[in-house]
């Protein structure tokens, strides 16, 4: 079946532009993460839903970063005001119901530029 | 959350098997041990995880230590396409949404 899908793949930006990154998790998968990997780290949490219920925010860098799933499927992580420190891949993971073994599935990721 | 320890790199050559260690010595009882591989330009991929017994699928074999303070992933013949960053990763204990912390994983050379 289809796996986990990111928009866009690249995306350059200016100092100070707002970027909007896009997940489409696999069907049914009521859990999704946004983590953030700068080079040559392992990924970082940033964010949790579970449906439409952003139940963690607890790894998110800063108020100019922001995520949403309004309808419980497609999620977007929003960046205002781009920094150079911004720049890194950001990647989106969902999960199925249940409650183990807490198995996550990841997009390949939205390599992010800051200029 | 309880942390791993594992070796920042490993050389493998192709055709062997590679074993990679993974020390978890304050795993709590309801944590799962979990195994990701990261290729390069893409992310992280499912390996296989384990509680307490030794796991094997398609991809790899999971041997959890008897008091489960440590555990080894063992690919069986090394290919080219296994050179990646390997993350070995508890899940599930004091964590209700499950998020998952990655340390800097263990970078796996093969060699041809």
């Known amino acids: 079946g289809a796996g986990v899908s990111q928009s866009p793949r690249y995306k350059v930006a200016k100092r100070g532009q707002d970027v909007a990154l896009r997940c489409d998790p696999i069907?049914?998968?009521?859990?999704l993460f946004w983590y953030q990997q700068a080079l040559g780290q392992g990924p970082e949490f940033l964010t949790y839903?579970?449906?439409?219920?952003?139940?963690?925010k607890s790894g998110l860098p800063s108020d100019r970063f922001f995520a949403e799933r309004p309808e419980g499927s497609v999620s977007t992580l929003k960046i205002q005001r781009t920094q150079q420190e911004d720049s890194a891949v950001y990647l989106c993971?969902?999960?199925?119901?249940?409650?183990?073994?807490?198995?996550?599935?990841f997009g390949p990721g939205t390599r992010l530029l800051v200029l | 959350d309880a942390k791993t320890t594992q070796p920042n790199s490993m050389e493998s050559n192709e055709e062997e098997p590679v074993h990679l260690p993974c020390n978890h010595s304050t795993i709590s009882g309801t944590d799962y041990i979990h195994w990701y591989r990261q290729l390069p330009s893409q992310g992280p991929e499912y390996v296989i995880h384990g509680l307490t017994s030794n796991v094997n699928n398609r991809m790899a074999s999971l041997a959890i230590a008897e008091d489960r303070k440590s555990s080894t992933l063992i690919l069986h013949r090394a290919t080219l396409r296994d050179a990646a960053v390997y993350y070995c990763i508890l899940t599930g204990g004091s964590s209700n949404t499950g998020k998952l912390i990655f340390g800097q994983g263990t970078t796996l050379q093969v060699k041809p």
């Open positions: 993971a969902s999960r199925p119901p249940g409650s183990r073994p807490m198995t996550q599935y």
């Open positions: 839903f579970q449906n439409e219920a952003q139940l963690d």
């Open positions: 069907s049914g998968h009521v859990s």
